[in-house]
């Protein structure tokens, strides 16, 4: 007996949830949300009906139902709509975390285009290009202003500060940051979503955890925003993408999985500091770039254009 059309919907949107992690899972969607709203009601609300209006939209408006059933048209609406709440302040901010929501679906549309040209998917870059343009256009406004959440840490700090850290911290708030929460329930619900999604995601989330503790150790980084997550989520969400979710079967293709989540690391500081001068935060640029980059070198080994 098939699935009612309201049983769809709601896999739709909570895959919509559980595809920020590049997971095509109802369930793991579920225990996010439910970490999210045990960490901030208000985000975890606003994350499910930015999904609801990404997944809306995207159906509205005549976009590929395989792809909305499977989440891909909500996850950079989520993020969006959390991001609007952390970055902003001020009545109108949840106003602006549904028009960005619906925005998102639009510049997923846009930069899939674009970005299959190139064999390459859009990945979470949608929504970094929506939210630095609320970001950039508050300043214009208001209603809405920026709060504190948005300030860039400052160039001579990135490699200074506190040295002494909560080790357990720095292993699990890395998993909340990926919705850019700073909460130890809800990167413990996120980890189980991690799980129960299968060993391949798990093992690829445990490393780029590995990878970031061992990278700003060595390089000497800043060990407080370690502790924060700051370092890791990125690794984390590349990991993932480069080892199990777009992995590519190549000679040495693990090698490449490992590089991409060293170089993850050490492009999070010089995106920082690229962007300090507009007052933008790196979101999930760091990982982009590198999975767009490892994604045409492994197709081209693949090829053996190289």
């Known amino acids: 007996m098939g699935e009612n059309n309201i049983t769809v919907a709601l896999k739709s949107v909570l895959k919509g949830v559980s595809q920020v992690l590049l997971i095509d899972n109802a369930w793991s969607g579920l225990l996010i949300l439910i970490g999210l709203s045990l960490a901030s009601w208000d ?28 989440g891909l048209y909500g996850f950079s609406s989520v993020l969006t709509g959390i991001a609007c709440l952390l970055f902003l302040d001020g009545d109108s901010k949840y106003v602006a975390a549904l028009i960005g929501a619906v925005i998102a679906v639009f510049f997923t549309i846009a930069f899939n285009r674009l970005a299959g040209h190139f064999g390459l998917p859009s990945l979470t870059f949608p929504f970094i290009a929506v939210t630095w343009c609320i970001i950039l256009a508050s300043y214009a406004m208001t209603h809405i202003h920026l709060s504190d959440a948005v300030a860039v840490t400052p160039i001579e700090k990135l490699t200074s500060g506190q040295q002494d850290i909560d080790f357990f911290g720095a292993l699990i708030k890395d998993f909340g940051e990926v919705f ?11 980890l189980a979503a991690i799980v129960i999604s299968g060993w391949r995601n798990t093992v690829m989330a445990g490393a780029g955890v590995v990878i970031s503790i061992a990278v700003v150790y060595i390089c000497g980084l800043n060990l407080h925003s370690l502790e924060m997550g700051l ?5 984390i969400l590349t990991m993932i993408a480069l080892g199990s979710a777009f992995y590519t079967k190549v000679r040495g293709g693990y090698v490449y999985v490992v590089i991409g989540g060293i170089l993850t690391v050490l492009l999070t500081p010089v995106v920082k500091i690229a962007l300090e001068p507009l007052g933008l935060p790196a979101l999930t640029m760091p990982f982009v770039a590198v999975t767009w980059l490892f994604l045409v070198i492994a197709e081209s080994m693949k090829k053996g254009e190289y």
């Open 43 to 70: 985000v975890g609300l606003t994350a499910f009906v930015a999904s609801c209006l990404g997944t809306a939209t995207a159906y509205y408006i005549g976009a590929n139902r395989d792809k909305i059933k499977h």
């Open 180 to 190: 850019l929460q700073d909460s130890y329930i809800c990167s413990l619900f996120i």
């Open 231 to 235: 370092y890791s989520y990125n690794t």
